[in-house]
C-alpha cells in the first residue's frame, strides 16, 4: 500500500523528533542533577581538585602553544595589512581586541572541547559501559554526586581560568613577533593597548563568555558520557558528538553573545 | 601520580591564571590602579564641535601624554560640547592655555593638544580653558572649498 509507505516515513520523522526532544529533556533533567549534588562536591574539595588537574592543568600545555603561536601569527598577518596604512602602530590593538574578545574564549572552547570534553565524555561512557556507574548505585554511591558533579564543577572552573593564560600568552607572542621581529617599539605596542582597551567592556566581556563557553562545553561531554549507548560503538558516536555538538555550540553562543555584548 | 603532587599542580595551575589576570587587567587594560587617581585634577574645556572624542582619549602637550579625557557632556544653555580633562598633577598649566582637538595621523584617532601660554597663574581643579579651537571635520572642509570654487566661476 502506498498510504502505508508515507505513513511510515511520517512515522519515521515522528519518532526523530520525539526523541530529539526526550534527549534535551533528559539534558536539562541532568544539568539539575548535576546542580543539587554540587553541594556535594564542595564539601569534598579532594575530588574536586584531582578532576581540576585532569581537565585544567592536562589543558594546559595545548592552550599554551596555541596561544602563542596565535597571537605570533596575528601580529604578523595584521601587520601586513596595518603597514599600507601606516598604521603599523595600532598593531597591538588589533591582536589585543582580537583576543580578549573573540578569538581567547572561541580557541580556548574548541580547544578544551577537543581535549578535555572528549575525555570527559570517553571516561564516564566507558563507566557506564563497563556498568560501574550501576555498581556504584548498588553500593549506594550516587554517582551523580561522586562521578559527575566534581567533573562538570572542575570543567566551569578551568575554561575562564584557561582562557585568562590563553589570553596572556598570545599578547605575549604578539608582543614577541612585534618588537623583535617587525620592530614596533616596546612602548608604543603596550601604551596604544592600554590607551584603547577597556577593562569591563574587552576583558570582562571576553571571560563572561569563556564562562559560558566551559559551562556549555562541560554540560554536553558529561551528558554524552551519561547518556551513550553502552557498546564499544556507541561509545564512540559519543565522543564524537562532544566534539562535533560542543564546538558548534560554542561557535554559535559566540555569535549570540557577541551580538548581545558590544550592540553591534 | 600521588596526591601531593596532583594538588602541587593544580595550584600552580591556578597561580598562573592569577597572574594572566592580573597582567591582563593592568598591563592591557590599564585598569585605574588607586594610587593615580588621587594624582590627577580636573578642568572642564567647550568645543562648538568635537568630531570624533571619545573618553579616554589621550590629552597631549607638546606631543607628549599628559592626562585623558574623563568625561563628555552636551550644553544644553550654550548649545556646546563639555569635556572634561584630566591631567596628571605633576603637570602645571598656565590659565590662558588653549585647547585644540587634533587628529594623530591622517585617519588615526583624535586627542585633546595643550598650547600653554604666557600667564604666571596655573590652572587648578575645577578651572576652565577658554580658548578651545574645535575638531577639524573633514567634509566640512571639503563642502567650504567646493563652495568657494564655486563662487569664483
Known amino acids: 500500500m502506498i498510504a502505508d509507505k508515507y505513513l511510515g516515513k511520517l512515522q519515521q520523522i515522528g519518532f526523530k523528533t520525539l526523541s530529539r526532544f526526550a534527549r534535551v529533556g533528559r539534558g536539562s533533567l541532568f544539568l539539575w542533577q548535576i546542580m543539587t549534588g554540587l553541594l556535594y562536591v564542595i564539601q569534598r574539595p579532594k575530588l574536586l581538585i584531582r578532576q581540576l588537574y585532569y581537565v585544567g592543568v592536562q589543558t594546559l600545555l595545548i592552550i599554551l602553544v596555541a596561544g602563542l603561536f596565535i597571537g605570533m601569527v596575528l601580529a604578523l598577518q595584521s601587520y601586513i595589512v596595518l603597514v599600507d596604512f601606516g598604521a603599523e602602530d595600532s598593531l597591538s590593538l588589533m591582536v589585543s581586541l582580537s583576543v580578549l574578545r573573540e578569538l581567547g574564549p572561541v580557541f580556548t572552547g574548541l580547544l578544551f572541547a577537543g581535549r578535555a570534553g572528549s575525555a570527559l565524555t570517553a571516561e564516564i561512557g566507558l563507566m557506564k559501559s563497563t556498568e560501574q556507574l550501576s555498581g556504584m548505585e548498588m553500593m549506594a554511591v550516587n554517582p551523580m554526586k561522586y562521578i559527575i558533579a566534581p567533573r562538570f564543577l572542575a570543567g566551569v572552573i578551568a575554561v575562564p581560568l584557561l582562557t585568562s593564560i590563553f589570553m596572556a600568552i598570545a599578547i605575549l607572542g604578539g608582543y614577541f613577533v612585534a618588537t623583535e621581529m617587525l620592530g614596533i617599539y616596546e612602548g608604543v605596542y603596550w601604551s596604544q593597548m592600554q590607551a584603547n582597551v577597556d577593562f569591563y567592556a574587552d576583558l570582562m566581556n571576553g571571560m563572561i563568555k569563556s564562562l559560558v563557553f566551559g559551562f556549555v562545553v562541560v554540560w554536553i561531554a558529561v551528558f554524552e558520557g551519561y547518556d551513550c549507548v553502552p557498546t564499544s560503538e556507541g561509545l564512540g558516536q559519543a565522543t564524537t558528538r562532544t566534539v562535533v555538538h560542543g564546538s558548534l555550540a560554542v561557535l554559535g553562543l559566540d555569535f549570540i553573545l557577541t551580538a548581545l555584548m558590544f550592540n553591534v | ?153
Open chain 2, 1 to 153: 601520580m600521588n596526591t601531593r603532587n596532583i594538588e602541587i599542580l593544580v595550584g600552580g595551575f591556578v597561580v598562573l591564571a592569577v597572574i594572566a589576570m592580573v597582567m591582563l587587567s593592568l598591563k592591557v587594560s590599564n585598569l585605574v590602579s588607586y594610587g593615580d587617581e588621587n594624582d590627577v585634577y580636573e578642568i572642564q574645556a567647550q568645543f562648538e564641535n568635537i568630531g570624533g572624542l571619545k573618553e579616554r582619549s589621550p590629552v597631549s602637550a607638546g606631543g607628549v601624554r599628559v592626562g585623558k579625557i574623563s568625561a563628555i557632556s552636551y550644553n544644553n544653555k550654550e548649545f556646546t560640547a563639555v569635556v572634561t580633562l584630566q591631567i596628571e598633577s605633576r603637570y602645571q598649566f598656565p590659565v590662558d592655555t588653549s585647547a585644540s582637538i587634533l587628529t594623530a595621523g591622517l585617519l588615526g584617532e583624535q586627542y585633546i593638544g595643550l598650547e600653554p601660554g604666557g600667564d604666571e597663574e596655573y590652572l587648578v581643579e575645577g578651572g576652565e580653558i577658554d580658548i578651545t579651537q574645535s575638531a577639524m571635520i573633514l567634509e566640512q572642509i571639503i563642502g567650504q572649498f567646493i563652495y568657494s570654487k564655486s563662487q569664483e566661476e
